[in-house]
């Protein structure tokens, strides 16, 4: 496995999964019932990566995240991230790996610290693994999802500093 | 003074306060340097009020409030809101005016809270005004705003829940 900036041509292959996540209704407060086009203008934007295997015509995506500055002008300091992970690559440290490839991201391009605005409380492998990479949870705005399996859940707004 | 709906006429006087407001480096992480149909697009969408005095020919717009859902899809229960009052115009209650409407405005819509992502804590008019108003500091993001004269300084999320 390897991650790669994205380009264009992958959003076919990011879609399918960016869509089944969204829609499942547990972990981004994305629009809903979204068309590819309409979704590729939420993500493709900023700095886009891919997590892929294989080579040439065999690579597969696994997933992929988007990063860039949480806020214009005088928030432009501090960082944000979005991550997917594709159903069928779950379990073999995909996002992991984004994770560790955001935060050296984020330092390389001199970033003071990464915000995560809208943690899903009850998304506690998101939660876990933000907070082994060091972030933490600075509060939780209750009951702002509609987890479609717990109901009305909190939004935790998670943040690491970057030294 | 009164507060009603802002039309597309109003903008040339909003501008103004708006621009000087966020060029002052104190209070918003909007981008800098926009010109006046730039500025536009990031006010003048969702539900947009201006606080006014005099009639006719003779009104002048002393402040505005947008507002409307915090996120999209499974977020979109959460409200959220962004001031603006004219220099000229300050220390005369048009803030506390503008708060009431948005608060009673996002009750009579039926959403279940509103969420302040961004109140800089040095702009401690702000933080104190929407106390009095129920909100409360959910947490705070460090050295999140480049404050022009107290340098980085943190950002409030603050929460208020809607019966």
């Given at each position: 496995?390897?991650?790669?900036?994205?380009?264009?041509?992958?959003?076919?292959?990011?879609?399918?999964?960016?869509?089944?996540?969204?829609?499942?209704?547990?972990?981004?407060?994305?629009?809903?019932?979204?068309?590819?086009?309409?979704?590729?203008?939420?993500?493709?934007?900023?700095?886009?990566?891919?997590?892929?295997?294989?080579?040439?015509?065999?690579?597969?995506?696994?997933?992929?995240?988007k990063m860039g500055p949480n806020r214009p002008g005088r928030g432009s300091h501090i960082g944000t991230a979005s991550f997917m992970v594709s159903s069928a690559a779950r379990g073999k440290g995909i996002g992991r790996a984004l994770g560790d490839y955001c935060v050296q991201w984020h330092r390389d391009e001199g970033f003071h610290g990464i915000q995560f605005n809208a943690v899903v409380e009850t998304n506690t492998t998101a939660v876990r693994l933000w907070q082994s990479l060091g972030f933490e949870i600075i509060g939780t705005v209750p009951d702002a999802f509609d987890s479609r399996s717990h109901g009305r859940v909190g939004l935790h707004v998670m943040y690491l500093p970057l030294g």
């Open positions: 496995m390897r991650i790669r900036e994205a380009t264009a041509d992958d959003w076919p292959q990011i879609y399918p999964f960016w869509s089944e996540i969204v829609e499942a209704g547990e972990t981004y407060a994305y629009p809903l019932g979204l068309v590819s086009d309409e979704a590729r203008e939420m993500w493709m934007y900023d700095h886009v990566v891919v997590a892929v295997e294989g080579e040439g015509e065999d690579e597969q995506i696994l997933g992929s995240a």
